[in-house]
Nanobody, 120 residues
């Protein structure tokens, strides 16, 4: 497969948890989760490098955890203490490292997304 495939989305009440999974192909310097709510821009949620350096959006720090299993070619996003503001379509993506960081990475390899809906 060329594009990653997301799964694990669903509907949950505020305070609940979900774990998203992403099946990817190949080896990448940068992998991550983005999300897009209606009428809003797509935003980075969590990024992990080949070397397992992670970066999180301020809005999810302490609540979300990104991880990967190289043997299974799977990327995960554990989402705890979910808030209504987390409601969005969540996308998995991959890209290259630049200068050993993902700060300048332009992601062009996207999954089709998995919907997360958090109700109050």
């Amino acid at each position: 497969q060329v594009q990653p495939v997301e799964s694990g989305g669903g509907s949950v009440q505020a305070g609940g948890s979900l774990r998203l999974s992403c099946a990817y192909t190949g080896t990448w310097g940068c992998m991550g989760w983005f999300r897009q709510a209606p009428e809003k821009d797509r935003e980075a949620v969590a990024i992990i490098t080949f070397y397992n350096v992670t970066n999180y959006a301020d809005s999810v720090k302490g609540r979300f955890t990104i991880s990967k299993d190289n043997a299974k070619n799977t990327l995960y996003l554990q989402m705890n203490s979910l808030k209504t503001e987390d409601t969005a379509m969540y996308y998995c993506t991959t890209g290259p490292l630049y200068d050993n960081t993902c700060e300048r990475t332009e992601y062009n390899n996207w999954g089709q997304g998995t919907q997360v809906t958090v109700s109050s």
